[in-house]
């Protein structure tokens, strides 16, 4: 399954703090970033099981072992490869309109592209939604078509076996991903029409929000058939498909509200002013005694004199082996200020949320000419959304 979604890698919902995916960067394809999560793992795994264990001893019986693990290996890593295509169709077209993308994520469920916006019309949602099915689709034809030229020109069982799932498992792959469900590839096409339609985009985000709900319901109700049937793994496995669907589209319908309620919002109006700083000279075995073992705070400006010059984070701390916290200091662990880590007062919150993401650090910095003035944090977003609910405003 691919979602094609603005930004997953941070993603507010509930009015509670970001959850970010946990991923190591692979490496860079057209300028792309891709990374995977930790989650990616699990199902590759559990395909090369399957494909290793079931799918091709069951279709080819009579080769080796070492055959069908050959096949598993090569049908999985295909497979992920033709995801990774998928979602870099999506990314192409989009940065062919305009919209920035910073990279591309494999995780559990398939990938994600990671874009700093959203399309600004209809016919671009449209578009850059539809590529992912059809790129699908035309890499299912591929594959049809080499298994055909094997079985005609005696290719090995082995090659053609391949083949075969890849065609077999990228068609259904677009017939999923077209599915009117938000926040897959056809509830964002149903999300264009329906914008197209209304001519307004948040009511058809609304739109094509429930349409996901319902179909992520309809998947588990298919599970649970499946469960008390007695093919308990297909039925867990619908079941929590399902969920994720039923979730994943209720969430990105709260990110929106919350970027809009966040629209035109002056950083100074949610930051936390004039916070606890530490020096560049401390070390980080004074930072992590001192300071983090006796606050409840995550990260800390760091300033010399009235100038602040970066920002230190218990996350960066605990990529130091532990035995260089003695001897190294805050001014070469900290993010320094010039690595876009700060914005101003006035600043919006649209662009308070895109240094966040891209800082990756959670929290940034409230400067005015060098001077700190306050900083900002998931958590004070996330208190300040809460204070709207608790007085009766409700989000936009």
């Not at 290793?52 to 001893?57: A, I, Q, S, Y």
């Amino acid at each position: 399954m691919c979602i094609f979604s603005q930004n997953l890698h941070v993603e507010v919902t509930n009015f509670q703090t970001e959850v970010t995916m946990q991923s190591f960067r692979l490496g860079s394809i057209f300028g792309f970033e891709i990374r995977v999560d930790l989650s990616w793992f699990l199902i590759f795994f559990l395909i090369l099981w399957t494909l290793t264990t079931g799918v091709f001893p069951g279709n080819y019986p009579g080769l080796t072992n070492a055959t069908y693990i050959a096949m598993g290996v090569v049908g999985t890593l295909l497979f992920f490869v033709s995801l990774l295509a998928h979602e870099l169709s999506h990314s192409l077209l989009a940065r062919a309109k305009g919209i920035p993308v910073e990279g591309i994520t494999l995780f559990i469920f398939g990938g994600v592209s990671r874009t700093r916006m959203e399309a600004e019309t209809p016919g671009d949602e449209f578009q850059i939604a539809g590529i992912g099915p059809l790129t699908s689709l035309a890499i299912a034809l591929l594959c049809g078509f080499l298994w055909w030229v094997g079985r005609n020109v005696g290719w090995a069982v082995a090659v053609n076996g391949v083949t075969a799932y890849l065609a077999t498992i990228n068609l259904m792959l677009a017939i999923f991903n077209i599915l009117p469900g938000f926040p897959l590839d056809g509830g964002r096409v149903f999300r264009a029409i329906a914008w197209k339609i209304t001519g307004n985009y948040k009511k058809a985000t609304r739109i094509a929000t429930i349409g996901g709900k319902l179909l992520g319901y309809a998947i588990i109700a298919l599970g649970l058939l499946q469960l008390f049937g007695g093919f308990v793994i297909n039925g867990l496995w619908l079941i929590f498909i399902g969920w994720f669907l039923a979730s994943a589209a209720e969430a990105s319908y709260q990110d929106l509200l919350i970027r809009s309620t966040l629209e035109g919002v002056p950083a100074r109006e949610l930051m936390t002013p004039y916070p606890e700083t530490v020096t560049p000279n401390l070390s980080l075995q004074q930072l992590v005694d001192e300071y983090f073992m006796h606050r409840r705070y995550h990260g800390f400006p760091v300033a010399e004199g009235d100038r602040v010059v970066g920002i230190i984070t218990l996350n960066r701390v605990k990529d130091i082996p532990r035995e260089q916290w003695a001897y190294q200091t805050v001014r070469e662990t900290m993010r320094p200020i010039e690595d876009g880590v700060s914005v101003r007062p006035e600043e919006k919150m649209s662009n308070v949320l895109q240094k966040m993401e891209e800082s990756q650090l959670r929290r940034v910095l409230v400067t005015k000419n060098g001077s700190l003035q306050g900083i900002i944090t998931a958590g004070d977003i996330a208190r300040w959304l809460q204070r709207r609910r608790d007085i009766g405003e409700e989000m936009a």
